[in-house]
């Protein structure tokens, strides 16, 4: 909640204040596309990383330079020392992924879409309070300056909680055993014990290994990657990356196809799309007898929502009145948070625990990609019909479906795919 509740204090004012430097719109839209390129080639490697030295020092080290990267930005008085300040984060802001894979490792395989749902739901209360927080703080005098300190502030404070934290590191042998105990005793049970980290992978070091050299690490890192790129996990990444970009396609141009469709103001869209966050925070907390009732078969309900968010990006490319958008747009906050955590849940399984933090951040590598695809796709469609990007996600996300059906046996058996290191 704290990480993504600081950076949405920053974010939406970030483009205000590089031009407040005297850049350009070209400059300001390179060093946005810099960043994304950085975080698209170092989520694996930090994820990968995160395996291998363990979650307490990669969560710390991620932290404690993304805070340093904001304090940049709060000192940032040149478009040059701003380009600067965006280094640090785009490289190590993977706090949400390394977390991510430490709640896999901490919680039990039924367990985890509940509680990867209600980490969802606590990051989106984040991101819809930081904003809000910010623009009031943007009106003050140096306002860019306080939020960025502030930011800085929040992740500083973080860094001190992931300290605190009562880490212990275990082996990979007695995981098996202990997640058995888990899905008898239940999460609420495991809450009550002590929090034990358990390594992901077989190779995950100890205090001790903490030492190994910078070498042997990048080596150890290169080889996990080879093995998740050889392993058959291929179609659960383009499942992602379609329905990844069929949903930035659909919100790529939403004020603005509402505006020539429906002749509604920008500001209506803005309520719009905070209803639909607000609506996913109540979706990732249903998470948990949503999973119950399709009793925890992750591909069936990944297949059922991606089905629901193709079927209403549809049916708000063919809507004649706005309140066919707002229905569209109610349902579409629930599958889409559903499935983004449900493709998260088949990583893991699908691929094993063994590399969580590999496979998570190969996944938001794939993410990252749909983010650099989806602008593209949305102009050269828009040239067409105000409602060119949604039909193309529609048409995407028709082929993420076939994509499962297809692979429907893999899905289904829950069996680990060998990764070619292993």
Known sequence: FQDLFGVSM????????????????????????????????????VGCWSDIVGRQYSLLACILLSALGYFLLGISTTVLLFAISRVPVGIFKHTLSISKALLSDLVSERDRPLVMGR?????????????????YLTELEGGFYQTSFICASIFLLNAGLVWMLPWSEGNTGNREHQQG?????????????DLHLKSATNGAVTSDGLSQSLWIQVATVLKRIKGIACSDLWDIFLVRLLMSVAILLY?????????????????????????????GVLAGCLLGPITRLYQHNTYRLLLHSSTLTCTLILLYTSAVSIWMVILSSTFLAFSTTIGRTCIIDLELTVGGNEASGTLLGVGQSVTSVGRIVAPLLSGISQEFSPCGPPSLGVGLALVAILVMNVNKRKYCSRGKVKLKTQ
């Open 10 to 45: 920053v974010v939406p004012l970030m483009n205000l204040h590089i031009k407040s430097l005297g850049a350009s719109h070209t400059v300001a839209g390179i060093i946005g596309s810099l960043y994304g390129v950085m975080q698209l080639f170092s989520s694996t490697f």
């Open 119 to 135: 980490f969802n739901a606590a990051s989106s209360v984040g991101f819809i309070l930081g904003p809000v927080v910010g623009g």
């Open 181 to 193: 105990n888990k899905r008898t005793d239940g999460f609420s049970a495991k809450a009550n014990r």
């Open 251 to 279: 919100y790529s141009n939403f004020s603005l196809a509402l505006e020539e469709r429906f002749g509604v103001k920008p500001l209506f869209a803005g309520y719009l799309m905070s209803y639909s966050s607000a609506l």
